[in-house]
């Protein structure tokens, strides 16, 4: 066991430095801190909040948006390339939850017909596709700004 092995995480509140016991197994080469896992953040750098909040941010916006939001809204500096990481982590550990924990509903359950919706208004047209039809308000602005 060595003392004083100290290391900086990214909490809700800010950044905070804890100086911890290291433990390392002569045996197998391995070592580590137990109370990183007792407190949650053997994961990273990031406090569980945190790695709640970047993966909340990563569901709704891009990474470097989300690091952006984090930013802003709670004054967190999470680099992008972090978020893409933590959030990446927590996609595998959720899909390791929902294959272990889910259970399929029956088949007499499902239904027998899924509907889908699509949007085609912003879908890109050849020429030739659109010619003769007359061109949206919106098209004839931004061609104009060209």
């Known amino acids: 066991m060595r003392d004083g092995h100290a290391k900086t995480f990214t909490t809700a509140l800010g950044a905070l430095t804890l100086t911890r016991a290291y433990y390392h197994c002569a045996a197998c080469n391995q070592g580590g801190c137990p109370r990183d896992q007792a407190l949650g953040l053997d994961g990273g750098s990031l406090s ?3 790695t709640r909040m970047v993966g909340t941010a990563a569901a709704l916006v ?3 948006e989300s690091s952006e939001l984090l930013a802003a809204l709670a004054g967190l500096a999470v680099e992008a390339k972090q978020v893409e990481r933590t959030a990446e982590a927590l996609g595998q550990a959720i ?3 929902e294959r272990q924990q889910v259970v399929p509903a029956p ?4 239904a027998p017909t899924m509907y889908l919706g699509l ?3 912003g ?3 050849r020429h030739t596709e659109v010619a003769g039809r007359r061109a949206s308000r919106r098209t004839v602005l931004r061609r104009r700004a060209r």
């Open 62 to 64: 891009s990474f470097a």
């Open 48 to 50: 569980p909040a945190v």
């Open 119 to 121: 949007d085609g208004t």
């Open 95 to 97: 899909a390791l939850d």
């Open 107 to 110: 088949a007499a359950e499902l």
């Open 123 to 125: 879908v890109p047209m």
